[in-house]
T-cell receptor, first 115, second 111 residues
Framework: KAGVTQTPRYLIKTRGQQVTLSCSPISGHRSVSWYQQTPGQGLQFLFE???????NKGNFPGRFSGRQFSNSRSEMNVSTLELGDSALYLCASSPQLAGGPDTQYFGPGTRLTVL | KNEVEQSPQNLTAQEGEFITINCSYSVGISALHWLQQHPGGGIVSLFMLSSGKKKHGRLIATINIQEKHSSLHITASHPRDSAVYIC?????????????FGKGTKLSVKP
């Protein structure tokens, strides 16, 4: 099976712009989570989607949003970019067949730089 | 909210040494994850464990649910083991994809 893919891999934007990142989970996986990684804060949970519904949201401002499509692919959007949004954005998918603990399979990440 | 503490933050070892990385968490969990991140950013899941011990090659992970503590051991360490090792647990009251992470242990193995 193909792994989790994320596009684009690298992105440079300027303050005030918006950006959309895409994540394609492993085939058959229904849960997609998004995480932000910065040198200062480490890895932080953004949100989780399951069957097109947002199941959880982390402590991020409303500028961060996401969605999941019927084929489980997910996008996240950041509007009105700030310098502090520069980070590695990772998505992870899991099967979530039985509702119990699942191994998370991570994508390679999208490195966003805001100038 | 679950709190996750990892130690040490940095670890330098000589090739062949036995490595131990520790992780403690504050709230009871269903499972704990050990992750490996190489320079460049990609994260690989090494273990997910709910109890006892798991072994994969030279890597061993243990968890003590009562003491809320887990350890990751690397036997006969090798320079290719150099990476950041991160433990993660589900956030209290959250779903399995809502993870809280430790700050990571940066391991450098010298030949």
């Amino acid at each position: 099976k193909a792994g989790v893919t994320q596009t684009p891999r690298y992105l440079i934007k300027t303050r005030g712009q918006q950006v959309t990142l895409s994540c394609s989970p492993i085939s058959g996986h229904r849960s997609v989570s998004w995480y932000q990684q910065t040198p200062g804060q480490g890895l932080q949970f953004l949100f989780e989607y399951f069957s097109e519904t947002q199941r959880n949201k982390g402590n991020f401002p409303g500028r961060f949003s996401g969605r999941q499509f019927s084929n489980s692919r997910s996008e996240m959007n950041v509007s009105t970019l700030e310098l502090g949004d520069s980070a590695l954005y990772l998505c992870a998918s899991s099967p979530q067949l039985a509702g119990g603990p699942d191994t998370q399979y991570f994508g390679p990440g999208t490195r966003l730089t805001v100038l | 909210k679950n709190e996750v503490e990892q130690s040490p933050q940095n670890l330098t070892a000589q090739e062949g040494e036995f490595i131990t990385i520790n992780c403690s968490y504050s709230v009871g969990i269903s499972a704990l994850h050990w992750l490996q991140q190489h320079p460049g950013g990609g994260i690989v899941s090494l273990f997910m464990l709910s109890s006892g011990k798991k072994k994969h090659g030279r890597l061993i992970a243990t968890i003590n649910i009562q003491e809320k503590h887990s350890s990751l051991h690397i036997t006969a360490s090798h320079p290719r083991d150099s990476a950041v090792y991160i433990c993660a647990v589900p956030n209290y009251g959250g779903s399995q994809g809502n993870l809280i992470f430790g700050k990571g242990t940066k391991l450098s193995v010298k030949p």
